[in-house]
């Protein structure tokens, strides 16, 4: 039970490092593909005032995931890290590139800087995705063995459930990125941005759902245990999943934004949340369940306890941060705040 | 695996088709002294730079003086390019524990999850804040701005605090119960609050002011140097170097208490440190040297200088290396080294301070200008080479924790050899990041150094009142 709440506590926040953390990896996509530096001025500029003041913060989900799973479930963490550890390298260098160059952009004002640096972060805002998703789809397909290095080095990421994790990942990273940026160009009063991203969330949407069809065919040969339990408990999630992404793109077409957003995520979180059904309670397919990962319920209860004490910091703060970039410029009167004549 | 097929195929797969060797050892070991190493620094930056620039801010709205407000800006700029830096450094460390050191975390994830655990929740405030703190300067109110900073400096601190317990752990591992290889009885609050972790996050923390209050002052040292003798680059000079000084004399204190500390309970890493290869009394205090076979030699000795440092008394038996076979020992040079060079700056910034507060009591007494009394110049070249020398004085000292410990990741209980990932082909992950690091250790330095420059900002887009921020 006490193991339960922990993994479920745990894929909370996978969930939403995929929803914020993966948006901001989304919005390096879509800064990739803005065109040329004239061309893409204000898609940029929408892109890093977007994401600016709470990428950092979002990527805390991912340091939540790695510390949890490492400490209520230790031998999962050291069998996928030992295992995986190619494709880990690659993500965490991608995620060093990521946020040092976005920073290091936002520094910068010469073009050949901006373009150095927004290249770095464009690019690895594409890759580490990837990475990260093929490391998902090394552990849905049953290729990550309980012990230390006992998997493929090579064939346990370069594998067609984890290209297909991989591709899936970017996608919905873009997706996500597109849907989240509509509402944001509506609030900067830029309808003609709203429309360029409400295009590329539904391409972005459309090309997810065709992937992650032709995706049955590829689990169903290559993971036969995930396509089982993708087809019949986790069934209403994947269903869930589709009926979402469905609504979120009729949504956008009928420039609903915000709403649109809520549809998005809920599409992501559900195919997250299917991918857990699916495998439970395995959590290294065929050598380690939870009951038998799990770290004793001393740790258990402690960490819990910890991180309900720190939610009831956190939520509040959380609250504060988005509410205050979320509101539109025009409530406030920047005009006078913080400026002293010398 | 085949001899032949591996002859023939691309060089990343014959590196990874081979078995793990000695030089992966290595490999992982260089890159995880050298990822700490370097995120050390920033660490240090992010943990004392948001208290100096709270300081100026604070300073620059109770005096309204624009010099002060300009200076909290600027600082808080290096602070969003240090922070970012700092934080995507601290991810790949949590990542390298587990792609690095799998035999540890499998082993023993659980026992100090919970440091990390609060760590994250802290570094989580901190994330909040200092997005809040840096793109809503003008849409607060210059107080309600100034108290979105304080969770920043808190909750670093409390990072440190968490992070420096897992490490203090390592050095004294309690909490748990090892029944035939297999961990039982895990009390991760005992883990997390073991003996090591009072003095060793005091010395970090504190370590962490010093460091950026040293390099900060050493940058506006040299732009008085340089000539640029107005009010924003004194107040730049004056008030991180006041706070390096004030902090310095009780670091010479609490590094006292970590050595009388390691003379307790880790008694092979103090000798390692002394060169103190015998136990016994009237045990010298040695500056220098080289370890030989049997004892430190070319050193300067000063005769029972550790016994009395150790207990006050010239008897005191003081442990030597000869507690544990040859095979244990840590690398006594090195180890000793790093120490003598630790101890020194930290007396030279000592001094530094004194010679601070001494100027500053007769500029009060008789008037004039702190910079205008005679040997200002020779303290601001003092206080420009203090930045670097308190990085030093850093890398240092975690030398002396880190290699101290070897041959042990988990002192007496796991061997760094027995932690290792097995897995082929590390090497290639060490280059991959020295790499990586070398073009954002360049992309860093070049950054924050226009972020330095005398009058050009750059406004970003949520910083456009910036412009009129003259230099004063």
């Known amino acids: 039970m006490l193991a339960d709440t922990a993994l479920a506590v745990m894929w909370i926040g996978l969930t939403c490092y995929a929803l914020f953390g993966g948006a901001d990896f989304g919005a390096g996509v879509w800064d990739l593909l803005a065109g040329g530096a004239r061309r893409g001025a204000s898609q940029r500029r929408l892109i890093e005032h977007s994401i600016g003041p709470i990428w950092e913060a979002n990527h805390v989900w991912l340091i939540f995931v790695v510390v949890l799973l490492w400490s209520g479930f230790s031998p999962v963490f050291a069998a996928v890290m030992s295992t995986l550890y190619l494709p880990l390298t690659l993500s965490a260098l991608g995620i060093i590139a990521r946020g040092a160059a976005f920073a290091f952009r936002k520094a910068s004002t010469e073009l050949w800087q901006r373009r150095l640096f927004g290249a770095c972060f464009a690019v690895s805002s594409l890759v580490t995705p990837f990475f990260l998703g093929a490391v998902a789809g090394g552990v849905a397909s049953g290729r990550v ?198 | 695996m085949n001899a032949i097929a591996v002859g023939s195929a691309p060089w990343p797969v014959v590196l990874l088709a081979r078995a793990a060797t000695e030089g992966d050892l290595s490999a992982a070991r260089a890159q995880m002294g050298f990822s700490l190493a370097w995120h050390i620094v920033v660490a240090c930056l992010g943990v004392g730079l948001p208290a100096l620039t709270l300081l100026a801010e604070w300073l620059g709205i109770r005096r309204n003086d624009a010099a002060l407000k300009l200076l909290a800006r600027r600082w808080a700029r290096a602070m969003g390019v240090l922070f970012a830096v700092g934080a995507v450094s601290g991810t790949i460390l949590s990542f390298e524990m587990g792609l690095l050191w799998p035999g540890l975390m499998g082993r023993f994830g659980q026992v100090i999850g919970l440091p990390f655990a609060l760590e994250g929740i802290a570094f989580f405030i901190e994330a909040i804040f200092l997005g809040i703190y840096l793109y809503a300067w003008d849409r607060l109110p210059p107080r309600r701005h100034l108290l979105t900073g304080i969770p920043i400096v808190i909750a670093g601190t409390a990072s440190a605090f968490f992070v420096v317990c897992a490490n203090a752990w390592m050095n004294q591992p309690r909490g748990f119960t090892l029944r035939d290889g297999k961990v039982v009885h895990v009390d991760p609050w005992a883990a997390m609050l073991n003996p090591a972790s009072p003095p060793q996050t005091v010395h970090m923390i504190l370590a962490a002011f010093m460091v950026a209050s040293f390099l900060t002052a050493a940058v506006y040292a040299v732009a008085l140097l340089r000539g640029r003798r107005d009010a924003y680059h004194k107040a730049g000079f004056a008030i991180p170097f006041t706070v390096g000084a004030v902090v310095a004399p009780f670091q010479i204190v609490v590094g006292d208490w970590v050595a009388r500390f390691l003379a307790d309970y880790q008694p092979v890493k103090l ?65 000793h080294w790093a120490f003598d060079l630790m101890v020194a700056v930290g007396f030279f910034l000592l001094a530094l301070g004194l010679w601070l507060f001494l100027a500053w009591w007769r500029t009060r007494r008789s008037g004039g ?50 932690a290792v990932n097995p897995a082929p082909g590390l090497m290639v992950g060490l280059w991959l990041v020295l790499v990586v690091y070398a073009a954002m250790t360049a992309a860093t330095v070049y950054v924050l150094r226009r972020l330095a420059r005398g009058t050009a900002i750059p406004a970003a887009p949520q910083e456009a009142d910036v412009r009129e921020y003259p230099v004063v």
């Open chain 1, 145 to 342: 063995p309980a012990g230390l290095a006992r998997g493929d080095v090579i064939t346990s990421w370069l594998n067609p459930t984890s290209v297909l994790g991989g591709v899936l990942a970017v996608l919905a990273c873009a997706h996500l990125a597109a849907v989240y940026l509509c509402a944001d160009a509506d609030r900067e009063g830029d309808p003609e941005l709203a429309r360029v991203f409400a295009r590329r969330a539904v391409a972005s949407g459309l090309a997810s759902g065709a992937v992650a069809l032709a995706g049955i065919a590829v689990l169903h040969v290559d993971a036969p245990q995930l396509f089982h339990g993708l087809t019949h408990r986790a069934l209403p999630l994947v269903l869930l999943s589709t009926v979402s992404g469905v609504v979120g793109l009729g949504l956008l077409i009928r420039r609903r934004h915000v709403a649109a957003r809520g549809a998005a995520a809920l599409a992501v979180a559900a195919i997250l949340w299917a991918w857990g059904a699916a495998q439970y309670p395995a959590m290294l397919i065929g050598s380690l369940t939870v009951d038998r990962a799990a770290s004793q319920p001393a740790v258990l209860s402690a960490c819990l306890i910890v991180l309900a004490c720190g939610a009831v910091l956190l939520i509040p703060s959380l609250w504060l941060l988005y509410g205050t970039f979320q509101r539109a410029h025009t409530a406030e009167a920047p005009s006078t705040h913080g400026r002293t004549a010398p």
């Open chain 2, 271 to 335: 000798a390692a440190i002394e060169g103190v290869y015998r136990t016994g009394s009237h045990i010298p205090l040695t500056i220098g040297g080289v370890a030989g076979q049997d004892g430190l030699k070319y050193g300067l000795e000063i005769p029972d200088g550790l016994s009395l440092l150790i207990g006050y008394r010239t008897d005191t038996v003081v442990k030597g290396l000869d507690q544990v076979p040859r095979s244990q020992w840590p690398p006594v040079t090195g180890v």
């Open chain 2, 369 to 418: 200008e702190l910079l205008d009394r005679r040997g200002s110049r020779l303290l601001l070249v003092l206080v420009a080479l203090a930045g670097p020398a308190s990085v030093v004085a850093l890398e240092s000292g975690w030398s002396v924790t880190e290699l101290g410990r070897q041959p042990w990741i988990v002192w007496g209980v796991m061997s760094v050899r027995d």
